[in-house]
């Protein structure tokens, strides 16, 4: 489940609430977006109150028991890359070992412009980050890192509870994602829109980034829009949105397709509704029970 850190309905009390309603009705994952400087272009969608991406998993670390906890996704260029390596590392050591680093390049300009950082060379940056931060996660000892846009010298390696390292999923639906995800990612983790997008270009375009690379495939591990509705949506829709029926075959058709994990995000874009929490609560139990079968607790 995909909880939304941001907005008219974003505090800690609703942020705890959705990680234990998620964990009490037998959801495996718990993950949240990444911005830093909530600019006019953020604002629009992502407004403030924002709640930091790793101080908030963090905290739900110690607040919850199974779940897995991740980020969907952190903005790679936005951080020195020893920095989110750390941040990463010290909430897998929190969660004993439930940690999953989602990564993406980023796109608002404004944002990219306040935090001094050059836009036209996101990708490269996220390239160079990954891979300093994989050198600091199964390194001993000093590590040195060298590259056009990242460089350092003797930085102590950092531990992290899982081994080699937490999993790296890599967002994006790009020729260029499909390259960092094979050769960075344990996952590669697009938002998708539609089933016939997915089937004829990105699923194609990956194998051939794999390929071309001489690597295997990574686990396909998207992120969907939740939308239930009361009646099935006629004609062109969003993987997620629809019936009860429709969703559950959207489902269906992502496990043949060989989803091994998926995100459901209930935001739509309208951020007044992002209040409405037990709409969200409603539509996450009548998924589990109806449609997933998921082995719940009694919700307290």
Known sequence: MNILNFGPGAHPEALLRWAQISEALGYHSLMISDHVAITPSVRERYPEPFYDTFA??????????RVQLGTTVTVLPYRHPVLTARLAANIDQFSGGRFILGVGVGNPEDEFRVLGVRRSKRGALANESLAAILALWTGEGPVSFHGELVDF????????HQK???PIWVGGNSEAAFRRAVRFGDAWHPILRTLDLLRQTSLPGLRHAAADQDRPMPAF??????????REVAGERMVGTGSLEQVRDDLGSLQELGAQHVILDWFTGDVPATANHPRGWKMLALLAEQVLDLPHEALR
């Open 56 to 65: 908030t998993l963090s905290w739900l670390a110690g607040r919850t028991r």
């Open 153 to 160: 010298d003797d930085v102590w390696s950092i531990a992290t």
């Open 164 to 166: 080699p390292h937490p």
């Open 221 to 230: 591990c998207p992120r969907i829009r939740l939308e239930l509705r009361e």
